[in-house]
């Protein structure tokens, strides 16, 4: 393992990732692989008789292309029992897989209830939003004040093991299924940091992760946003009108650490500041923009001095909404550059109580800003060290205090 692991460092310093399996696991991944293929593209029916493997017949019209006969190798060859079940959920995912996008996914009945929990902000676990490339697991960002913040994970950390388990080659929700777990219960990632892999455990607790929170602070609102979820709306809503009310004088919008969640958030709560009908962001097929999102709110804090904080943590829903306070010329972004996370998902039911999780266009910001791998560049760029984070210094919000003070 160890050995495997080095391979996995010098491929990750490289940026040549290559999924380093056993004899056995690649034959595995690639008849799970094929069979889903095998399935979407007509060559194969199944039928399953008495409970046991499934059986195969083949589509005599469809071209051989060796497909069939590695199924059928793994069926007669392989030293263990494959379950219905099993099967099943491997050539469904393996069918998904075919799309070769790390955010296009089939969701079981148990990874959809796990999704739908992160974005209603209360699970157990450690408490960071997860992406990948290539074959590796990437930390997004870990969030503030949960056991992962606290152990030290980083944004673009990579996850090369679980409790002493490979995590090259698996999905987002596996990994997630994996990582997650009873309170009080220890994990341990081994994680690729600066081309040196280290050891991190971390003891999972009850994650309840803060939609909205606000202060106000020398006439100067600030607004921690933590994940865009289904109370986020309403939450932003009344923190914008109470801090009206209170006579706020210039608006800190803290989405550091914010991996996201829903559309629909984003787009209300650019609308606090934006006047109906401007854009908020552009969805395009290709090179064609297929919808633009206007903002629909009453502009609540229109007029107000605004300062965005972005880092590497802020991806998605959170990069939509600093693009188009900046885009509209409304917000001065200060920070470190955002995470790049710019597609679009559709969430869509299956008979079989799971979920096919979809990339269906990508983002751009109103001025035609590619989000997407990209990521958005602070106006000002200001960095925080974990040297700062460990002594409780915050340079960005310093500097945002700065800038909001010279302007009221």
Do not use: C
């Not at 803060?210 to 006439?219: F, G, H, W, Y």
Request: charged share 25%; hydrophobic share 35%; aromatic share 4%.
């Amino acid at each position: 393992m160890e050995d495997s692991n080095n391979q996995l460092i010098n491929e990750a310093k490289s940026g040549s990732p290559k999924v380093l399996l056993s004899i056995v696991g690649v034959f595995l991944v690639l008849a799970t692989f094929a069979s889903g293929y095998l399935i979407g593209s007509g060559k194969i029916a199944l039928s399953f008789e008495n409970g046991t493997v499934p059986e195969i017949s083949k589509n005599e019209e469809a071209p051989d292309d060796g497909l069939d006969q590695l199924y059928s190798a793994l069926r007669t060859n392989y030293d263990g029992d494959i379950s219905e079940e099993d099967a099943l959920e491997g050539m469904k995912s393996g069918l998904v897989a075919a799309a070769g996008d790390p955010y296009t996914e089939y969701l079981s009945p148990e990874e959809k209830t796990a999704f739908e929990e992160g974005l209603n902000g209360s699970f157990e676990g450690i408490g960071a939003e997860l992406s990948s490339e290539g074959n590796f697991i990437i930390v997004v960002s870990p969030i503030k004040g949960t056991p992962a913040f606290r152990a030290g994970i980083q944004p673009r950390d990579i996850i090369i093991e679980i409790d002493g388990e490979s995590a090259t080659g698996i999905t987002v929700s596996e990994a997630v299924n994996r990582i997650r777990g009873p309170k009080g219960e220890e994990v341990v990632l081994g994680i690729v940091r600066n081309g040196e892999q280290i050891d991190v455990p971390i003891v999972r607790d009850t994650i309840s992760i803060p939609s909205v929170e606000s202060e106000v602070i020398d006439d100067i609102g600030v607004i921690t946003v933590g994940r865009f979820g289904t109370d986020t709306n309403s939450l932003m809503e009344k923190t914008a009108n109470d801090l009206k009310k209170q006579g706020v004088k210039a608006i800190i919008l803290d989405l550091r650490g914010n991996p996201g969640g829903l559309l629909d958030s984003a787009v209300h709560m650019s609308g606090l500041w934006l006047e109906r009908g401007k854009d908020v962001l552009l969805e395009k097929r290709g090179n064609e923009v297929v919808r633009r999102y206007k903002s629909e709110g009453s502009a609540v804090l229109g007029g107000l001095p605004t300062v965005v904080l972005i880092n590497g943590g802020s991806a998605s829903a959170s990069e939509i909404v600093a693009g188009a306070l900046h885009d509209q010329g409304v917000a001065e972004l200060v920070g470190e550059q955002s995470f790049g996370k710019g597609s679009v998902q559709r969430l869509i039911d299956l008979s079989d109580g799971g979920s096919l999780k979809v990339t269906i266009a990508r983002w751009f910001t109103p001025n035609d800003k590619n989000i997407d791998k990209e990521g958005i560049a602070p106006d000002v760029e200001v960095e925080r060290t974990s040297e700062d984070v460990e002594q409780d210094k915050d340079p960005q919000l310093d500097k945002a205090f700065e800038i909001l003070r010279s302007k009221i």
